[in-house]
Nanobody, 122 residues
Framework: QVQLVESGGGLVQAGDSLRLSCDAS????????MAWFRQSPGKEREFVAA????????YYEDSVKGRFIISRDNAKNTVYLQMNSLKPEDTAVYYC???????????????WGQGTQVTVSS
């Protein structure tokens, strides 16, 4: 079991960059697959990016591919989402998620953070 806390959200202009962090408690962090999801008003929660336990494999939603980068530092128990070339449609609450082991990269996550708001203005 892990506890997840997101940070780094805020208000930025279109074209700007922002880095989100997800700090995880627990000594078994390096056994977990991690992901970022987002949800905006009136829409379902959407998969954004995922990374396997070692950081060797990453996966991205098509709309963010080439702009966002997910990474992890197991020594620091931290997962990052580097967001570049932000667009107004990226505005959402971003959630960090974790699950033990592998499986489908886009679903079935067991642990969730509280979320951090990202707002991108025109």
């Amino acid at each position: 079991q892990v506890q997840l806390v997101e940070s780094g959200g805020g208000l930025v202009q279109a074209g700007d960059s922002l880095r989100l962090s997800c700090d995880a408690s627990g000594r078994t962090f390096n056994s977990y697959s991690m992901a970022w999801f987002r949800q905006s008003p009136g829409k379902e929660r959407e998969f954004v990016a995922a990374i396997n336990w070692s950081g060797a494999n990453t996966y991205y939603e098509d709309s963010v591919k080439g702009r966002f980068i997910i990474s992890r530092d197991n020594a620091k128990n931290t997962v990052y989402l580097q967001m570049n070339s932000l667009k107004p449609e990226d505005t959402a609450v971003y959630y960090c998620a974790a699950k033990r082991g592998g499986g489908t990269y886009y679903s079935a996550y067991s642990y969730w953070g509280q979320g951090t708001q990202v707002t991108v203005s025109s």
